[in-house]
């Protein structure tokens, strides 16, 4: 298999049993659920610039990033083990409901050709049936971005070892980013639904979709590896 599919199993690898144990216990799911890969390349796909989705980005941007705004702005008080943990399942849930629930995953597909097929009408399927599964996919980033899920500050550590620190301001940069990357997702599910968009608007949710995933990616394995 090519060295640019990376799988769960590896990102698991540099956390310690008890800690997977743990972020487990808060899932309810068993570690064979989570085998099939995260991601497989860098993307480097250009923002939208259409301008019938510019305002819902820019307005759902905001709401969604004031009360991140708003925690990063208070002093920083010290977090528990057991909060790092509730963060970092809130992460794995949003991983599992966009690429190990659904089940429609092929063996070795890349990442952005995953979520842009999903992002489509599968073969057969009505109309009423798609609509519902795209709204569990942004229900489910929703519910990772919401700010009492995230690590919106930086937090009074008790390991201030540099490597410790250099995770906490890769969570909290990944937090803070998962809330507009949220918003263009939910802007593209928008374009979707109006009538006449076709292909080209469900191309550009499955590639909001898939940058997204790499943000959670981003976030959830600095938390794993995160100490308070």
């Not at 990357?181 to 639904?193: L, S």
Request: proline share 6%.
């Amino acid at each position: 298999m090519s060295s640019i599919l990376i799988h769960s199993r590896h990102i698991f690898s540099r956390s310690s049993d008890s800690g997977r144990k743990t972020i487990h216990s808060l899932l309810d799911r068993s570690p064979a659920r989570l085998r099939s890969s995260w991601y497989n390349k860098p993307m480097r796909i250009r923002v939208s610039r259409c301008p019938h989705v510019f305002a819902a980005v820019l307005s759902g941007a905001f709401v969604l990033c004031l009360p991140l705004l708003r925690a990063a702005a208070d002093p920083p008080r010290p977090i528990a083990q057991h909060r790092i943990n509730e963060m970092a399942a809130s992460l794995l849930r949003a991983h599992l409901a966009l690429i190990e629930d659904p089940g429609l995953r092929f063996s070795g597909e890349h990442l952005d050709a995953y979520m842009e097929r999903i992002a489509a009408p599968l073969p057969g399927e009505p109309e009423a049936r798609y609509r519902v599964r795209e709204e569990s996919y942004v229900a489910a980033i929703n519910q990772a971005a919401d700010a009492e899920n995230l690590c919106a500050s930086f937090p009074a550590l008790h390991d201030a070892s540099a490597a410790n620190v250099k995770l906490w301001q890769q969570a909290v940069k990944s937090s803070v980013h998962l809330g507009v990357r949220a918003a263009h997702v939910r802007a593209a599910w928008i374009a979707c639904r109006q009538p006449g968009m076709g292909h080209e608007a469900s191309k550009r949710l499955g590639i909001e979709m898939a940058q997204t995933v790499l943000v959670i990616k981003s976030a959830y394995e600095a938390l794993r590896d995160a100490h308070p």
